[in-house]
Every structure is written in C-alpha cells, then in structure tokens.
C-alpha cells in the first residue's frame, strides 16, 4: 500500500485495529469471557417479563430474543442495561459453531454471583469474572445446544434500534418514575432530566436497572426528557408525553443518531 494511500485512509477515518466503532468515536477490543444459557422452557426472567434492567417484557420493548444477562463486572449496577455485545464461542472444537459465528445481545438482566461454587463450576457470575447468560436462541447462534458453559470473545458494539427512545411513565403524586428503553447507539443510560411546562429541568436518580426517578408532581404537564447516553452524548425530546399523559403510558421520542 503506498503511503499516500494510506494517508487518504486514515484522513477519511478508517480503521486497522480491528475493534468496533460506537457512538461519539468509541472503540473496543475483543475480550475473553464465559457464556452460558437458560432454556426457554424454564421460564426464565430473561423470557418471562422479568429482569434486573426493569424490561418487563422483551417483545413489547422491542429487545427480542437475542439477549442476556450479565455479571457484576459487566452489570455496573444497572448501566449496562441496554447496551450491545458482540459475542463469539471460541477456543472449544466441541462446542463452538464452525467459523465461531457471532451475536450481538443486549444486555437486559443480572446474573447473580455463587459464591458457594467455583468460578468454572457454578460460580460463574462471581465477581470479577465477566460472563453471559445468555437466551437460548442467541447462545445457539454461536454454541452447541449440549454446551454447558463455553469461552467467548465479546465487544461493545452499536446498538440497531427502530424508532424512538421510548418512555413509560409510572408514579405516584408525590413522584415521577420512568422506564428508558429502545435506546440506539451505546444503548446505555448514565443520566436523565425531565420537564414539566412549570418547572426547569429536574435531574432523575436511577432507582434500579434502566427506571429513573424523581420527587416531583408533574401531572397536567407536558413532559419533556433530556437523556444522556454512556458515550457522553446528550438527546433532548420535547414534549414527549401531553399534559393528559396518565401513569403506565409509554411514549416516543427522539432517538441518537449514529
């Protein structure tokens, strides 16, 4: 390659590092990790409207099948609900899938550590390791279904979302509550502002996974949300919700744009 070529290559912003670009110029590298899997058949909260990240169901808020909960080193304490993962089975002739294809997931629940078990029997959400439990239908598109627990390589990644953020209002008259999700870009959440048409902007403390809170009475006021995603990138919806907005609604607004 001449070094004018690649001159033109690296001014026009492509990369040779292998890693993957996020929002706002991110990058990450593979790293190693361990996955496993729930059956659908169990009911688990990945499946069933559950979850540390306050989901409920994943259908309805556009997350689908393709998803997993995570270990403490990755949980953050609610953080890294939303975001994507890249994953692939590697270094396991058994088990892994012939190419090591890969999956992207999103991150919508906890694994709880064991620390009764070993790390490599039982124990595998113990902290610091960084593991997958991922559904059924995303652990086979890299693994054997008789795997048990398998080595992967992860990486952050873009999260593909259609349409709006979405919020879901619930509450009391003493406080407001929303639930954050189909969030595009990083997928995550690290802070979020609300408005009513009588108020200024009103900073909201994240009460657990992606629902973020307030003490304010906002009702007979149009809501508009200021949302702040894990790269730094700040998206404000005007107006999401009508004055005549009513607890457990769920309302669109602006989304990031990659």
């Known amino acids: 390659m001449s070094s004018v070529l690649l001159f033109l290559l690296l001014l026009s912003g492509v990369s040779f590092c292998g890693c993957v670009r996020l929002g ?4 990450e590298d593979w790293r190693m990790g361990t996955a496993t899997y729930v059956k659908e058949s169990l009911g688990h909260p990945l499946n069933d409207g559950g979850g540390a990240c306050g989901y409920g169901d994943l259908d309805i808020f556009r997350y689908g099948r393709y998803s997993a909960g995570v270990s403490g080193a990755l949980f953050g304490r609610g953080s890294a609900c939303g975001g ?11 088990w892994c899938l012939r190419g090591s294809p890969t999956v992207v997931v999103t991150a919508t629940d906890f694994c709880a550590p064991n620390q009764g078990l070993p790390d490599d029997y039982g124990g595998w959400c113990n902290f610091p390791k960084e593991h997958f439990e991922m559904s059924e239908a995303a652990f086979l598109r890299v693994a054997k279904a008789k795997a048990d627990i398998v080595p992967v390589q992860f990486r952050r990644v873009s999260c593909d979302r259609a349409g709006g953020m979405r919020f879901t209002v619930t509450g009391a008259a003493s406080f407001l509550q929303v639930l954050v999700t189909n969030v595009a870009a990083d997928g995550e959440v690290v802070a979020v502002k609300v408005k009513g048409s009588r108020t200024g902007w009103i900073p909201m403390g994240r009460n657990w996974g992606q629902n973020w809170q307030c003490d304010a009475d906002l009702r007979g006021q149009p809501l508009s949300f200021e949302v702040t995603g894990g790269r730094g990138r700040t998206v404000t919806a005007y107006s999401v919700a009508p004055p005549d907005w009513m607890f457990a609604q769920t309302f669109e607004g602006k989304q990031f744009v990659e």
Do not use: D, F, L, S
């Open 84 to 94: 994507c993962y890249e994953v692939r089975c590697v270094n396991h002739v058994t």
């Open 24 to 27: 706002n110029g991110g990058y």
